[in-house]
């Protein structure tokens, strides 16, 4: 099978090169989704300290029926469904029964796994248009130009892999990709205990760790790069200032990479890394209900209702144009 991104762009290519070049070295979370990183992380999805996906389910589990007629009430039958960041669709099979939409749209860069994902989604609701889009949700969203409400799926709290200021222009755009009619539908990781922030992103078997080092894997793949990922480790911690785990990749010794530069076609470029200096991989911004419920209100939503859980380690947020 081929692999979402081997081939890149001059540009794309371009950013990757810059990111690993400036003082503090770092590469987009996107690139952690080739098809082995989509199947690592379904696997942390099944980690017990990774509490996220378990709590969102219930949640969407538990009070789908109210979402549904909240939805209703605020813009009546539901057209078209978008769930960007896709991955395995199986959050929203919590809502295809109560929204019951006319198409349902899984956008994700991995669109190879959201493909497989469909095949099963398709033969359980046979009256539900269903497609994948190969997209950058933070590009262009090539959506079809159907009548009706619009709702966003954006689940998982993938929100917090953008800085606050990224993410209320994220918003933005949903809103504005409403046109005046529909509204997002958002889980967003809560505030908690740091003890129990760490545990989930540096779980005991090492899948977290695996996650991490199979972007580098990919980065071979996609630049032609000679990382080697024994010579990195996993590094995750939250930082309570800014309210964000940040996931690192951390030189274990002193070393060197070397990519291919576009000019030569040789392995030309590249850059050293100090013993313990580090590749930033991920930041997953984590909220209060309350600043996140001013945040969609900031991004243009009129209206916003939410759901957590008992421990208030997650919500899910219904945010309607009117
Ligand atoms: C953490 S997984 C979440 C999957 C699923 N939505 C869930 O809640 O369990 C993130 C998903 O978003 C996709 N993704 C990450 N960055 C993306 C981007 N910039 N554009 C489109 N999809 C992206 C990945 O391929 C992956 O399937």
């Known amino acids: 099978m081929t692999q979402p991104h081997d081939g890149i762009d001059d540009r794309e290519r371009g950013r990757l090169i810059a990111g690993l070049l400036a003082p503090q070295a770092q590469v987009a979370p996107r690139y952690f989704y080739d098809l082995a990183g989509a199947r690592l992380f379904e696997v942390i999805t099944l980690l017990d300290e990774y509490y996220p996906t378990v709590t969102e389910h219930r949640l969407l589990s538990r009070h789908a ?4 007629a909240a939805c209703a009430d605020a813009f009546g039958a539901c057209a078209l469904l978008v769930e960007p960041g896709a991955g ?3 959050k929203v099979r ?3 029964p109560v929204l019951q939409p006319a198409q349902y749209l899984a956008l994700d860069i991995s669109a190879e796994f959201v493909e497989l994902a469909l095949q099963s989604l ?3 609701h046979p009256g539900i248009v269903m497609a994948a889009i190969a997209a950058d949700l933070t590009q262009h969203w090539p959506l079809p130009a159907a009548d009706g409400a619009r709702l966003f799926f954006y689940p998982g709290s993938s929100i917090g892999n953008f800085t606050p200021d990224e993410a209320r222009a994220l918003l933005a755009r949903f809103h504005a990709a409403c046109r005046g009619e529909g509204g997002l539908l958002i889980g967003v990781d809560l505030i908690k205990d740091s003890a129990v922030l760490h545990a989930a992103y540096n779980d005991a078997l090492g899948v977290t760790a695996a996650f991490n080092l199979n972007l580098l894997r990919h980065l ?10 024994q010579q990195w ?5 939250y930082d309570a200032r800014e309210s964000r785990i940040e996931m690192h990749l951390r030189a274990r010794a002193p070393l060197a990479v070397r990519w291919q ?4 076609s040789g392995l ?3 850059r050293e890394f100090a013993a313990g200096q580090t590749l930033h991989t991920e930041n997953s911004y984590k909220y209060t209900a309350d600043a996140f419920s001013a945040l969609l209100k900031d991004a243009g939503f009129a209206r916003v209702r939410r759901w957590t859980d008992a421990r208030d380690y997650f919500a899910v947020f219904l945010a309607t144009t009117c």
Do not use: K, V
């Open 268 to 270: 030309a470029e590249g």
């Open 88 to 90: 395995s669709c199986e």
């Open 94 to 96: 919590h809502l295809l």
């Open 261 to 264: 530069s576009p000019a030569t």
């Open 233 to 237: 480790e996993h590094h995750a911690f």
């Open 122 to 124: 398709r033969r359980d």
């Open 220 to 229: 071979n793949r996609l630049i032609g790069s000679d990382f080697r990922p």
């Open 65 to 68: 029926p109210e979402i549904g």
